[in-house]
């Protein structure tokens, strides 16, 4: 059975008549391997890593930094010599201790002052809304020798948030 | 004879691969990044004021100077402990830094001065700085504090 189906695969190739050479086998079309469609993972977990180490190392977890601004007085011009228009809002800071809430407020004229620089900004804003006060009203902050400058900064902050407009340093 | 068909060699694919380059652009960049040291050089390390609702704003000073106060390590709060310098340079006498900023304002009158001041530190001794910047007329006064919400 198996020479017979050979010898009809034989009789149907196109070998010339009278050649010496055998006739092909005919060949079986092939059909094209399907390609393997795959996901490369190292180049993308070697780029990952890159980046994680990128902001990892250009990532700042601090508080980003700023600036208060202010006016200097201008030389030449003691500021014993500055005429304030009319009766400005003295806010007095003393130190009591070495720790971080050891301070005291006053304000000059003004009972009820508070006890924390958190609660000064309303305090202010209270005596602005009062006759003969606004926000151009002067504030003039006076701090001991020995007052912890982050209790002044404080301060100087508190009266930017109430929104006065005119803000000076002067000796105790 | 046979009929010999010629087997075809699978040709090689020349291909540019840029997954190392950039890994390795990447990888020097962070470096220099690490080695390197820009304007914040000027910012010495130092515990700034952080005040409850900050107001503080983050400027754009091309020309500024920054004035450094802080605490000695290890030193007393409430006598000498405290040093001034300028940007990322060695601690100076005040009189040391009065004379160079005046120099600094002949060259360059618009310039900026920031004062960087450790919270703890009395303000005896700021104001010690912000005194000799009247007597220099340095016309604005500029406090550096951190944004965002503090204590």
């Known amino acids: 059975m198996a ?57 700042r977890f601090m508080l980003p930094e700023g600036v208060l601004t202010s006016m200097m007085p201008r030389q030449g011009s003691a500021a014993a010599a500055v005429a304030l228009p009319f009766s400005p809002i003295v806010v007095r800071i003393g130190q ?8 005291t407020i006053r304000v000059d004229r ?22 003969g006060f606004d926000k151009d009203t002067p504030v003039v902050i006076v701090a001991d ?16 948030l109430a929104g006065c407009k005119n803000i000076a340093f002067a000796a105790p | 004879m046979r009929y010999r068909r010629k087997r075809s060699r699978t040709s ?6 840029a997954t190392p380059l950039i890994d390795l652009i990447f990888t020097l960049s962070i470096f220099y990044m690490l080695i390197s040291r820009f304007s914040t050089d000027e910012q010495t390390p130092m515990d700034l004021p952080r005040p ?14 920054v004035i450094n106060c802080r605490p000695v390590d290890g030193g007393d709060l409430a006598g000498h402990g405290v040093v001034y310098s300028v940007g990322p340079n ?13 120099a600094w304002k002949r060259e360059t009158p618009e310039l900026k001065v920031v004062i960087r001041a450790d919270r703890r530190i009395p303000y005896a001794r700021v104001r010690a700085v912000m005194r000799m910047l009247a007597e220099n007329a340095v016309p604005v006064l500029n406090v550096a504090a951190l944004v965002g919400e503090g204590e």
């Open chain 2, 52 to 65: 409850h609702q900050s107001q503080a704003v983050v400027p754009k000073m091309p020309d500024r100077a």
């Open chain 2, 12 to 17: 090689s694919t020349l291909g540019f691969s």
């Open chain 1, 96 to 103: 009591t201790g070495p720790g971080d809430e050891d301070y």
């Open chain 2, 90 to 102: 060695r601690p100076e006498p005040l009189a040391v830094i009065s004379d160079r900023l005046a």
């Open chain 1, 145 to 160: 020798d020995d007052v912890r400058w982050d209790h002044v900064v404080s301060c100087w902050n508190a009266a930017l």
């Open chain 1, 3 to 59: 020479a017979s189906a050979s010898e009809t695969v034989c009789a149907a190739s196109s070998a010339p008549e009278g050649s010496a050479l055998p006739p092909r086998p005919r060949r079986r079309r092939q059909r094209p391997e399907p390609q393997s469609i795959g996901l490369t993972l190292a180049p993308m977990i070697d780029m990952s890593f890159t980046f994680l180490i990128f902001f990892v190392v250009t990532t």
């Open chain 1, 110 to 131: 003004f009972a009820n002052a508070p006890a924390r620089f958190a609660d000064l900004p309303e305090f202010l804003r209270g005596i602005q809304s009062e006759p």
